[in-house]
Every structure is written in structure tokens, then in C-alpha cells.
């Protein structure tokens, strides 16, 4: 039977059972709980120094009222994170390949941002829908491409995410196939294109990380404009 290459983001079942809800719960597992005392371990103090930086840099732009945020934003971080490198492992599933979790997690964070806007500053939120200075004529057209982008927000943050994780296992399949068959016939060939291969993973692994803080960073813009 052929084995077609997008099998692999098949969202796995036993039984008839669908195991995504294990593959998302599965990262919480993993974290180490802060014991009360105050010298930790090394991966503690790495893990509290990470998520320290992260938030602080994320949260600079941000005014007071946007700080309740920092707890959601950091989890979010390191929930995408660990799911995406996690999915760099053989015969593991990756949840974020599917556009439908993806779009859970950005349209109702998106609308949240839209919701705190126009509750706490209506006048500048609706202001963000005409440009200062626009000419008279296009003022509809204007207000109605401004509303397009706007709608269009959640649904570029769920396709960027799925689609540079699919795009990258893709590659390291593609290659690692190539790999399988070139080895028999033409072992120099198949030892260099192993090479590339590890060269493709570990600039999957880089974009595992840099996809997670892009989906964070947009979501920390979008509240941006509107706290």
C-alpha cells in the first residue's frame, strides 16, 4: 500500500479514539514544577530566566493594562514551543500542522484584543479603520480594505503557523526518503545529502522556536493597538 507523505499529519486514533487531546496535554507533563526553596536546578533557573526575558521584552511596548496579559502570552510561548519541537522527534504527531487547532487558538485571542478595544477606547479603535489624512472619495474604500485586513488577522496567524511547520517536516521527509533510496546505489550521494539533511533539522528546530514567538509577538501587536 503507498504511504502517501501527507499521512504523517493525519491526526492519530486507537481505537476510534482521537489521541490529539493526549498530543496537546502531553507538553504540560513535562515542565518541572518550582520547588519553594530558593536555590533550584540548572533547568529551573534556565526555564525561570527564559520565560522571565521573554516576558519582559514582550510586555515593554505594552502599557499597564496590557501586563494581565503577560501570564497567557508567556504559557501560549511555551506551550507552541515544546508542541513544535516536540514534533521534531520520529514517529511523534505535531497538533500545530493542523490549521483547525491553530485557528482555536488565534481567532479568539484576536477577538479578545478586538472586544478590549473597542470596550476601553472605541474612538481609537474604529480610528485605526481610516488613515489621518485620507482623501474624501477614499474614505469607503479605504474603511472597507482596512476591515478586510482586520478579519484577515486570524486567519494569517493560523496559516503561517501550520503552514512553515508542514512545509518543514515535508522537507526533512522528502530528503530523508532520498536518503533511504539513495544509499545502495550511491553511497557518497545519499552521505551528503544526510548532511543536508541534519543541516535541515536543525534549521527546524530554529523555526519550531522563531514560529511560536511570531505567533506571540503578533498577538502582543494586535493588543498593542488596542489597550
Known amino acids: 500500500m503507498m504511504v502517501s507523505f501527507f499521512d504523517q499529519f493525519a491526526s492519530p486514533s486507537f481505537l476510534g479514539i482521537p489521541l490529539i487531546a493526549i498530543a496537546i496535554a502531553l507538553p504540560w507533563l513535562l515542565f518541572p514544577t518550582p520547588p519553594s526553596r530558593w536555590i533550584n536546578n540548572r533547568l529551573i533557573t534556565l526555564q525561570t530566566w527564559f520565560i522571565n526575558r521573554f516576558t519582559n521584552q514582550l510586555m515593554m511596548p505594552l502599557n499597564v493594562g496590557g501586563h494581565k496579559w503577560a501570564l497567557l502570552l508567556a504559557s501560549l510561548m511555551v506551550f507552541l514551543i515544546t508542541i513544535n519541537m516536540l514534533g ?33 477606547q472605541p474612538t481609537v479603535a474604529l480610528g485605526h479603520l481610516l488613515p489621518e489624512g485620507t482623501p474624501i472619495p477614499l474614505i469607503p474604500v479605504l474603511i472597507i480594505i482596512e476591515t478586510i485586513s482586520l478579519f484577515i488577522r486570524p486567519l494569517a496567524l493560523g496559516v503561517r503557523l501550520t503552514a512553515n511547520l508542514t512545509a518543514g517536516h515535508l522537507l526533512i521527509q522528502l530528503i530523508a526518503t532520498a536518503v533511504f533510496v539513495l544509499l545502495p546505489m550511491m553511497p557518497t550521494v545519499a552521505i551528503l545529502t544526510a548532511t543536508v539533511l541534519f543541516l535541515l533539522t536543525l534549521l527546524e528546530v530554529a523555526v519550531a522556536m522563531i514560529q511560536a514567538y511570531v505567533f506571540v509577538l503578533l498577538l502582543s501587536l494586535y493588543l498593542q493597538e488596542n489597550v
Open 88 to 120: 521534531l522527534l520520529p514517529y511523534t504527531f505535531t497538533p500545530t500542522t493542523q490549521l483547525s487547532l491553530n485557528m482555536g487558538f488565534a481567532v479568539p485571542l484576536w477577538l479578545a484584543t478586538v472586544i478590549i478595544g473597542m470596550r476601553n
